[in-house]
Antibody
Framework: EVQLVESGGGLVQPGGSIRLSCAAS????????MSWVRQAPGRGLEWVSG????????YYAGSVKGRFTISRDNSKDTVYLQMNSLRAEDTATYYC??????????????WGQGTLVTVSS | QSVVTQPPSASGTPGQRVTVSCSGS????????VHWYQQLPGPAPKLLIF???QRPSGVPDRFSGSKSGTSASLVISGLQFEDEADYYC???????????FGGGTKLTVL
């Protein structure tokens, strides 16, 4: 059974940093791209970042480019999202999602339960 | 403001057929596959349709997808109360080199 378990969310001050983790199980982790997708309270889904199965390519939404960094450790079946220079508008539930392909396509067949990041002073 | 647009709301009565549309451009829907997600109140999104018209195992055949040019549609036949949810289309955008989601359509079953 595929499982994705996010952790690391919480309250952080504007300008601060936080690192999210997503532990995966139930599939060959390195064979699939992974993405982070966020949802602000009462709003729609926004794709944030994605990483190829091998980790060789990373992709970012314009709204987070230069502030967020995605990485993965295929020996630990875990993907990370380092979030720096956080702003109030980054407040959202962050979902980890498994792609159906080795490359990032936005075609995500499994999702974690989400972790809430609140940026506030 | 997403580059892929959906109507904010749709509604129908049980048993009806409802269509949710998704409109884009040549750099996204026009040249890439479209996927649909269902988000029930509370839980994480669930993949409903991939590659324009393919259903993952376990998704009822009441749900179907299609694509034509720079638009795509999700059709729900035989609408049920349990179908009340938010529906999102998604695709790759060649100009952005990133996936994009539509703004979402809130489906109400009356």
């Amino acid at each position: 059974e595929v499982q994705l378990v996010e952790s690391g969310g919480g309250l952080v001050q504007p300008g601060g940093s936080i690192r999210l983790s997503c532990a995966a199980s139930g599939f060959i982790f390195s064979d699939y791209a992974m993405s982070w997708v966020r949802q602000a309270p009462g709003r729609g889904l926004e794709w944030v970042s994605g990483i190829r199965g091998s980790g060789s390519s990373t992709y970012y939404a314009g709204s987070v480019k230069g502030r967020f960094t995605i990485s993965r450790d295929n020996s630990k079946d875990t993907v990370y999202l380092q979030m720096n220079s956080l702003r109030a508008e980054d407040t959202a539930t962050y979902y980890c999602a498994k792609d159906r392909h080795l490359g990032v396509t936005g075609e995500s067949d499994y999702w974690g339960q989400g972790t809430l990041v609140t940026v506030s002073s | 403001q997403s580059v892929v647009t959906q109507p904010p709301s749709a509604s129908g009565t049980p048993g009806q057929r409802v269509t949710v549309s998704c409109s884009g451009s040549t750099s996204n829907i026009g040249s890439n596959s479209v996927h649909w997600y269902q988000q029930l109140p509370g839980p994480a999104p669930k993949l409903l349709i991939f590659s324009n018209n393919q259903r993952p195992s376990g998704v009822p055949d009441r749900f179907s997808g299609s694509k034509s040019g720079t638009s795509a549609s999700l059709v729900i036949s035989g609408l049920q109360f349990e179908d009340e949810a938010d529906y999102y289309c998604a695709t790759w955008d060649d100009s952005l080199s990133a996936p994009v989601f539509g703004g979402g359509t809130k489906l109400t079953v009356l």
